[in-house]
């Protein structure tokens, strides 16, 4: 619940900063931003952000002022001051800081750019470059010296500071027909005006031993063969004077390398990779740059390099549940492996050596036992083995029963003889029973809630269990009203199966004469309701208190049925991936219908109704179906609707006249887009025909003829050969 005061004074913030914008610092300078609200009713409350990433962690906040202390390059950006009071749009005050740096200084040499020359020659013109990163940029000043002395701009020493046709932050000095005299070292010195910032010093040497570069690779370095998980380093020998930066690219496939950038820069020609995986197997390019050397056409060599990995195999791990005396087959397959000409395998069961050979043309191999005994239980290992190691196929062999699986669609399971003890029906049906030897018992544990003890008894079994069948036992002298935790474990003759364990709770009758089914879909086990195995896409439980703050506007319900923002409903969630067409389907548990006397037959009509809201301008359809006990492949329309019915909860009533066990199913079906949201609340089933000014035009009947007496809540309990016993 939100509170809310609204008067003549109620307005939207307004704020300002008290700061400039941009801010320029140097590093190691501490920021003060301050922002203060002019205007909006209530306050408004001040929060600060940062166009991209969070605050720096050494931030200070207290209202609306934001201290930065000892600021670095790593703090610059965007920050903004947002005012907001839940009154119209939030108010927004931007100021951008902006940290003094110098950074990168690099250089190259461009021999006579008139004549393509990769040599500097006597008489001809020599252009030295050098360039930084500054910031902010237009503060940048450079300074030339050759020689340690200042240098000024002539006929033949033509310097530009900023040159149009290059990067920003460059500048050129241009030495027209070369002497020997000009030999000699020069620098240019970057510097940003009104100081703080250490400058930038860059020396270039000129002189007769100035010479181009040359890349080779050494013989034995090409190619390199290496495995998966260890350290390789590639060499490219580069000469020359200066020595330029090497930079390292896949030379075969246009993809990232190691550090995830695209080009890799090496000042000693070693690109040295830690870790290196299969998939930096393949051709890799060293090439010369123009940095720190000479502005000349790349020089460039290829190295390869060769990763070997153990085989990839599948399947890693599986089980395998078999009765004594059948086969099994196990097979093992190679996904991938270097090098393939030596794979060689060997199956084992535990420590004992069962057979070895070497792969031919198949990527497979096989072991089968013929007839599993007792000693062929085990976990058996098939390893396949090349130059690099060994990959492992494993499968778990036991003769262990599935666990079994409780029957929650049991409504009323418990009932009462005693005033201080109760007794339940535990329902359950047993996983594959046909996959393992036949189950001769089930062992039957029961504690009562937060107890260590357990009271074991077994639970014979006469005969094969089939599967799907609904087997009971009756549980008595439970005392009121405590909760029990009850296990189940299957016994075969190989010995104890997987167990299941499940809580059973006490919960009064609230009238045990009650004819009538209702569900707002509160509880955990959403009334017992499951989702259909077959359709597309499943039902969704939700509230507008936990819904998604991503969810799509224009659609769905913005309240349950009763208008509460916590209370809870069923929808359909339409956005990708979901395709126009596609269906979820949602089953009601069964309901038994007993008749009220053996003799008469009469026709018993249910008023089952339920809420629907379907807004949005994609809306498909919503169908309901009646499926009878037995006739699973019959399935009934009840009622149906389609397209946008507006934004509120609307209330359907039909008549149903079952002549058996039934069941109810809800069918959302997608329309052509996301703004599709179908959903459904408070569902319930009355004995006795809806009243008839609620009955809609689309009654179905559901059978011929039959008695319908009393509807109980619970599914139809199928008697099977295990006998009950009280314990």
Not at 4 to 17: E, G, H, V
Not at 139 to 154: A, C, Q
Request: hydrophobic content about 35%; aromatic content about 10%; proline content about 6%.
């Amino acid at each position: 619940m939100v509170s809310f005061r609204l008067s003549n004074k109620t307005a939207s913030p307004s704020i300002k900063l008290l700061v400039d914008d941009p801010i320029v610092v140097n590093p190691g300078e501490a920021i003060t931003l301050v922002c203060v609200t002019t205007g909006g009713e209530p306050a408004p409350t001040l929060t600060w952000v940062r166009s991209i990433g969070a605050l720096p962690e050494k931030t200070g906040l207290n209202g609306g002022t934001l201290t930065i202390p000892a600021v670095t390059s790593d703090d610059a950006g965007m920050y903004s001051c947002i005012a907001n009071n839940n009154v119209g749009n939030p108010a927004k005050k931007s100021t951008n800081i902006i940290v003094r740096a110098l950074k990168k200084g690099r250089f190259w040499i461009t021999p006579d750019p008139y004549h393509k020359d990769d040599n500097i020659q006597i008489g001809r013109e020599v252009k030295i470059s050098c360039q930084v990163e500054a910031v902010p940029s237009e503060e940048l000043t450079f300074s030339w010296f050759k020689n340690g002395r200042p240098l000024r701009s002539s006929e033949r020493m033509v310097i530009t500071q900023t040159d149009p046709d290059v990067s920003p932050g460059t500048t050129n000095l241009d030495i027209i027909d070369l002497k020997f005299t000009d030999f000699g070292t020069y620098t240019c010195v970057a510097s940003l005006k009104g100081g703080g910032i250490s400058d930038i010093s860059i020396d270039v040497n000129i002189s007769s031993s100035t010479v181009p570069p040359n890349l080779t690779v050494p013989q034995e370095k090409s190619p390199l063969v290496t495995r998966e998980g260890d350290i390789i380093e590639l060499q490219c020998q580069v000469t020359g004077k200066p020595k330029p930066i090497i930079l390292w690219s896949r030379a075969d496939k246009e993809i990232v390398m190691p550090d995830g950038s695209m080009q890799m820069e090496s000042y000693d020609g070693i690109l040295r990779i830690v870790n290196v995986s299969r998939e930096m197997t393949g051709t890799y390019r060293c090439q010369t740059s123009q940095y720190n050397g000479f502005n000349v056409k790349p020089r460039e060599a290829l190295v390869q390099l060769i990763v070997q990995y153990p085989p990839a195999v599948e399947p890693t791990f599986l089980e395998i549940r078999q009765g004594q005396g059948r086969s099994i087959t196990m097979s093992c397959r190679v996904l991938r492996a270097y090098p393939t000409r030596v794979l060689t395998y060997e199956w084992r069961l535990g420590n004992k050596l069962l057979r070895t050979g070497q792969f031919d043309a198949h990527d497979s191999t096989e072991y089968i036992v013929s007839s599993l005994s007792r000693d062929s239980y085990g976990i058996y290992n098939c390893n396949i083995i090349n130059e690099a190691g060994a990959g492992r196929c494993s499968f778990l062999v036991t003769g262990k029963a599935y666990a079994p699986e409780f029957y929650y669609d049991t409504y009323s399971p418990l009932w009462q003889n005693r005033p201080r003890v109760y007794s339940y029906s535990l329902q359950w049906t047993q996983m594959n029973p046909d996959a393992v030897d036949r189950i001769l018992a089930y062992r039957l544990g029961i504690r009562q809630a937060g107890q260590q003890r357990w009271w074991e008894q077994e639970i014979t079994v006469n005969g094969n269990i089939q599967k799907g069948e609904l087997i009971t036992y009756n549980l008595t002298e439970l005392i009121k009203p405590e909760a029990y935790e009850v296990r189940l474990t299957p016994i075969t003759r190989f010995g104890e199966g997987d167990s299941t364990i499940r809580v059973i709770k006490y919960s009064a009758p609230v009238n045990p004469h009650l004819r009538e089914f209702h569900c707002g879909f509160e509880d955990g086990n959403i009334c017992l309701f499951t989702q259909d195995d077959m359709d597309n896409f499943d039902w969704t439980k939700q509230s507008t208190a936990t819904r998604d703050t991503k969810y799509t506007p224009n659609t769905g319900p913005n309240a349950d049925r009763s208008g509460s923002k916590e209370g809870f409903y069923m929808y359909i969630e339409t956005s990708r991936p979901r395709l126009e067409g596609e269906k979820a389907r949602l089953l009601s548990p069964f309901f038994s219908v007993a008749p009220k006397n053996p003799y008469g037959v009469t026709n018993t009509a249910y008023c089952f109704s339920f809420y629907y809201h379907m807004y949005g301008q994609h809306i498909g359809s919503l169908n309901v179906y009646l499926r009878l006990k037995g006739q699973t492949t019959i399935e009934n329309p009840v009622w149906s609707s389609s397209g946008n019915k507006g934004q509120h909860w609307n209330q359907a009533r039909v008549n149903i006249h079952p002549t058996t066990s039934f069941q109810l199913i809800f069918e959302g079906i997608r329309g052509p887009g996301i703004e599709g949201d179908i959903a459904i609340d408070d569902v319930s089933i009355v004995e006795g025909e809806c009243m008839k000014a609620d009955q809609p035009a689309n009654n179905l009947r559901a059978g011929a003829v039959g008695t319908l007496a009393h509807i109980w809540l619970f599914p139809v309990i199928l008697l099977v050969s295990v006998l009950s016993h009280q314990r």
